[in-house]
């Protein structure tokens, strides 16, 4: 039981990790390291992708936090 718990917090905390390196910045973020705007352009959309990924975030932070306690 305490192992699995110990798992489930490990795979949010990475996930919170990328999709915070993913968001784009004043210097786009990990994801200008990956072909710049056009990936994240073509895959999310115009303005999809921020929206998208501070959803995730708000949403994986809430789960971090759920599970820390």
Not at 25 to 34: D, I, P, Y
């Amino acid at each position: 039981m305490f192992a699995s718990l110990i798992v489930i917090h490990v795979i949010i905390s990475c996930g919170l990790m990328l999709v915070v390196l993913m968001q784009s910045s004043k210097g786009e973020g990990l994801a200008g390291a990956f072909g710049g705007g056009c990936l994240s352009g073509a895959v999310f959309g115009g303005r999809g992708a921020a929206t998208f990924l501070s959803k995730a975030t708000t949403v994986l932070a809430i789960l971090f936090m759920v599970s820390c306690i």
